[in-house]
């Protein structure tokens, strides 16, 4: 089993839908959770960490479920410019970061 | 500004020989890290340095070598022994040695073979 996996989609969605991402993670001690954006041909940039009681920056919202490991990733009213792959990124315990394949998200005019 | 400068931002490597990705910068952090990705992967660690003359094998080490002689400077060396480079190559530094702190990325190099 991988130690972080993702659907890696596209999900394709019109412009205000609101879409969602999940992302499972294998060592259960793992302790910091990230979403990070990546464009096309582009480094990954941080979009929020997940605390373990859920957060919220703007129309993007991320939780944490450590019973059943995974997070999750929640965008509302969804742009065109937020067609990008996202990318979960688990802390193994190790200091070294796990990220996944990425989920790759289409937003249609 | 403060950031993570990467260069260059395309290399082409010629068969047999070495060649040196540069990794610098300025927000003090303490970590820095190399990553490799190839098409449609994820980012798979090659070395990882907490601290000035230290570093550590990550994953995919084999045909690499890195260098952390002062805490701005991360230098990747591709050496002959990697037979296939072909990848985008990523930087990334972190404030302290814990693993809980988010990681921050340069613009990455573009490797090539000729």
């Known amino acids: 089993r991988k130690e972080v996996e993702q659907d890696p989609g596209p999900f394709n969605v019109p412009e205000g839908a609101t879409v969602a991402f999940n992302c499972t993670y294998s060592?259960?001690?793992?302790?910091?959770f990230f979403w990070y954006r990546q464009d096309c041909r582009k480094e990954p940039k941080l979009l929020m960490s997940?605390?373990?009681s859920g957060n919220e920056d703007g129309r993007f919202t991320a939780q944490l479920n450590r019973a059943s490991q995974y997070i999750s990733l929640l965008i509302r009213d969804s742009k065109l410019s937020d067609s990008a792959t996202y990318l979960c990124?688990?802390?193994?315990?190790?200091?070294?970061?796990?990220f996944g394949t990425g989920t790759r998200l289409l937003v249609s005019p | 500004d403060g950031g993570i400068t990467q260069s260059p931002k395309y290399l082409f490597r010629k068969e047999g020989q070495n060649v040196t990705l540069s990794c610098e910068q300025n927000?003090?952090?303490?970590?820095m890290y190399w990553y490799r990705q190839d098409p449609g992967q994820g980012l798979r660690l090659i070395y990882y340095?907490?601290?000035?003359?230290?570093?550590q094998k990550g994953d995919i080490a084999e045909g690499y070598s890195v260098s952390r002689e002062k805490k701005e400077s991360f230098p990747l060396t591709v050496t002959s022994a990697q037979k296939n480079p072909t990848a985008f190559y990523l930087c990334a530094s972190t404030f302290g040695t814990g693993g809980g702190q988010p990681q921050h990325f340069g613009d990455g190099t573009r490797l090539s073979i000729l």
């Open positions: 927000l003090n952090h303490d970590a």
């Open positions: 997940v605390y373990s």
């Open positions: 990124v688990v802390n193994t315990g190790f200091q070294k970061l796990v």
């Open positions: 060592n259960s001690a793992s302790q910091s």
């Open positions: 340095s907490q601290i000035v003359n230290d570093f």
